[in-house]
T-cell receptor
């Protein structure tokens, strides 16, 4: 099946620094990439939808200047958490749809801890 | 937008018994309903899905039923095993060109040996 590779799996950063998370589609073209955030014991909440070659669409309440999304190619989408703060500590996970079949593939997730 | 509600939030069943998790959705145009199993710190894994033109789908010990009229769908796990312990999420896709998944709130299933 389709695979989305996500890196890093874990990252610890200092407050005020930026962290980049990458998601690569390994065997299919990910026209659209969905970025989710999951706090402990909670559901996955969609942050933004990125489409290759265009600006991302952010969900209400998500700061686009803080969570920078780039989808420059059909196989790579990145999420940069800028000026990270402890409240940004969370599990970030990407997902891409497999076209008409509506199947969704998830990356392995990134556990971000801001200290 | 789509709103998905999921119940119960926690469920404990004896090994070998059945577990049922229920979800309701709000968008009558939704046409795809996947179920995911998520173990701690890992990605959600698709375990079964159903489309709006089907009322029931089964895969070994797992089955999903869909009632479009009532706008609810359910996950059924029979002959539960300890490895079924995880958090389960239902999801739905709205229509009209909006293909983002809306997730339910999750059910923590614990199988008691």
């Amino acid at each position: 099946g389709a695979v989305v590779s996500q890196h890093p799996s874990r990252v610890i950063c200092k407050s005020g620094t930026s962290v980049k998370i990458e998601c690569r589609s390994l065997d299919f073209q990910a026209t659209t990439m969905f970025w989710y955030r999951q706090f402990p014991k909670q559901s996955l909440m969609l942050m933004a939808t990125s489409n290759e070659g265009s600006k991302a669409t952010y969900e209400q309440g998500v700061e686009k200047d803080k969570f920078l999304i780039n989808h420059a190619s059909l196989t790579l989408s990145t999420l940069t958490v800028t000026s990270a703060h402890p409240e940004d500590s969370s599990f970030y996970i990407c997902s891409s749809e497999q076209g008409f079949n509506y199947g969704y593939t998830f990356g392995s997730g990134t556990r971000l801890t801001v200290v | 937008g789509e709103n998905v509600e999921q119940h119960p939030s926690t469920l404990s069943v004896q090994e070998g018994d059945s577990a049922v998790i229920k979800c309701t959705y709000s968008d009558s145009a939704s046409n795809y309903f996947p179920w995911y199993k998520q173990e701690l710190g890992k990605r959600p894994q698709l375990i079964i899905d159903i489309r709006s033109n089907v009322g029931e789908k089964k895969d070994q010990r797992i089955a999903v039923t869909l009632n479009k009229t009532a706008k609810h769908f359910s996950l059924h796990i029979t002959e539960t095993q300890p490895e079924d312990s995880a958090v389960y999420f239902c999801a739905a896709i709205g229509n009209f060109g909006n293909e983002k998944l809306t997730f339910g709130t999750g059910t923590r299933l614990t199988i008691i040996p």
